[in-house]
């Protein structure tokens, strides 16, 4: 029985006696088997085949040797060079596009500060991640460059030897080598890219607020053939291409509007004065009226009173024990407990507002500074003056924290009586106490004064945060409620009323309490403002 082809022995590269017939020379060739063959092999097994002497059949071989040469040195090995000077060139735009990516994330970091430092640390980690795998990639396809140049250069030199002092077999060795598909052109990896967009409207939750970071398949080796760039439409959907592939993109997207009116959810006539308003998170809310505390159910019917002998300045309700704490005319702090108002200590300054903070730190508001103090009056830190000498804070009359910065806005009366120029305004510090920015009403042009506005100054009667972190400032003498950014950039104006809005405040869903008065009537609206 034959011995099947593909078993049979083969004669290694620059083997000159047979490999059936030892010792014999191969100076024949099999036309049909297409190989070397001795003089023994055409009696034996290459009987009846045709065949030549080998001096004929490499006479034919050597122009396709003589064109390989040609093409190699005057079109790949060129070629080949441009490719390895291009990854230099990869390698300086990888680290640069990365240096102005980290650059630019690192500006907008800075104007959200305090929460949003952890995640910055893990885009600029995944940055870092993704400039190290691509330098990474670079490199070793650089490496594999060298390395097929290295094998080209010594293919055609080993060629150039057969056709200048080789014998018959090594110029058919060379022909079989350049045709062998062993080595070929290294395909050129896909870099991860990354892309970052800041966000000029950081009114959302922190991840909208800083920005959008979109980042590219990484790692992958494709041709140049076969290159493309994966994308999304401007709806962060998949584009045509990722869809016929059968790739699956997911995205998480938090997505929160703004109402296209504001909804007034409920409207009542208050049964007391109101010169401060603290709503609960059981739907409830604390008012203030001179030295009277009340506790009004969501349709304006009282529940609880509590009356104090001296007058209270300022309420505030503490975010993590849901306790009300107050200052009052005798320089005291006080906390309500089961019904009562319990000292927890005093202040050397008349204290004319009150915050209580996430920390349980209390913040306090006085002429010309607001202090912060830890619950049994230890002073944990100040307001400083500014550059100029003049106070930060002059005539604080509301202090607000944010539930997500932890930024801190103050409503300043900035009193002449107090040494200051009497423009009123909003400032917002970090919890530092270092000035972020100062509001001082600026409105653009399509937002027109109505009949009722009169386009009077700014005039912050209370400010609160909402859970996204904007500020709603109460603007009494032009009887609306401005919607601002955490930045400090205009949103819009959430309600216009006909009556001098006086205070302000928000529960966890984002209703807001709003009290508008007129001549001592207070008109209380629940007003729904956003949606998440």
């Keep these: ?45 290459h009987k009846t085949h045709p065949v030549c002497e080998l001096g004929e059949i490499t006479s034919q071989k050597e122009p ?3 064109n390989f040469i040609d093409r190699r040195e005057k079109n790949d090995l060129v070629q080949i060079g441009k490719y390895i000077t291009t990854t230099d060139t990869l390698l300086k735009d990888n680290t640069s596009t990365f240096e102005k990516l980290s650059q630019k994330l690192k500006m907008q970091t800075d104007k959200l500060k305090q929460e949003l430092d952890m995640l910055t640390a893990q885009t600029l980690s995944l940055y870092h991640k993704m400039e190290e795998d691509n330098t990474k990639l670079i490199k070793e396809y650089k490496q594999d460059l060298e390395m097929y140049e290295k094998q080209l250069k010594q293919q055609v030199q080993e060629c150039k030897a057969a056709l200048q002092r080789g014998s018959h077999i ?30 000029k409207r950081p009114q959302d939750p922190l991840k909208n607020a800083l920005g959008k970071v979109i980042t590219s398949g990484q790692g992958q080796t494709l041709t140049d053939q076969d290159q493309s760039v994966t994308t999304s439409d401007g709806r962060g959907q998949p584009s045509t291409q990722q869809q016929q592939s059968g790739a699956k993109v997911k995205k998480a997207v938090t997505t929160y509007k703004l109402l296209p009116q504001t909804k007034v959810v409920e409207e009542w006539k208050s049964p007391c004065y109101i010169d401060s308003i603290c709503p609960t998170t059981d739907g ?20 609880q009173t509590v009356k104090h002998n001296a007058r209270i300045n300022d309420i505030s309700l503490s975010p993590t024990t ?15 407990v089961s019904g009562r108002l319990t000292h927890r200590f005093r202040t050397k300054e008349l204290p004319l507002c009150i915050c209580i903070t996430a920390s349980n730190h209390v913040i306090v508001g006085m002429t010309k500074h607001i202090s912060k103090f830890t619950t049994d009056g230890k002073m944990v830190c100040t307001t400083m003056t500014k550059g100029t000498g003049k106070p930060l804070v002059c005539t604080p009359h509301s202090i607000s924290e944010c539930p997500v910065t932890h930024n801190v806005a103050v409503a300043d009366f900035s009193q002449e009586s107090d040494g200051c120029d009497g423009k009123r305004h909003v400032v917002v510090m970090d919890t530092d106490f270092k000035e972020l920015f100062v509001y001082r009403g600026d409105i653009p042009s399509t937002y027109k004064p109505t009949p009722q506005t009169g386009g009077e100054p700014l005039n912050p009667c209370g400010v609160v945060y909402d859970s996204g972190g904007n500020l709603i400032i109460g603007d009494c003498n032009n009887y609306r409620v401005l ?39 207070y008109n209380v609206k629940l007003l ?3 949606s998440v």
């Excluded at 083997?15 to 190989?35: A, F, V, W």
């Excluded at 200052?327 to 309500?336: K, Q, R, Y």
């Excluded at 104006?493 to 809005?501: G, R």
């Excluded at 006086?502 to 009537?521: K, N, Q, T, Y």
Aim: proline share 4%; charged share 20%; glycine share 6%.
């Design 64 to 66: 396709d040797i003589k």
């Design 1 to 45: 029985m034959a011995t099947p082809k593909s078993q049979m022995p083969l004669r290694i590269k620059g083997q000159t006696t047979c490999i059936h017939h030892k010792g014999r020379q191969l100076e024949m060739y099999c036309e049909k088997c297409q190989e070397l063959v001795c003089l023994k092999c055409l009696s034996s097994i």
């Design 170 to 199: 090594q110029i058919y060795d060379a022909y079989c080598e350049i045709h062998s598909p062993t080595h070929s052109l290294p395909v050129k990896p896909v870099l991860g890219t990354a892309n970052f967009t800041p966000n």
């Design 284 to 303: 409830q809310v604390w008012t203030l009226g001179y030295n009277t505390l009340s506790l009004l159910d969501r349709k304006g019917k009282v529940i």
């Design 528 to 530: 729904q403002y956003s």
């Design 322 to 336: 849901h306790t009300l704490w107050v200052c009052d005319n005798n320089n005291n702090i006080m906390e309500l």
């Design 483 to 521: 919607l601002i950014s955490g930045g400090g950039e205009f949103l819009r104006v959430i309600h216009t009323d006909t009556s001098h809005t006086r205070a302000v405040g928000i529960v966890r869903e984002d209703v807001l309490w709003a009290v508008f008065e007129e001549l001592f009537a």
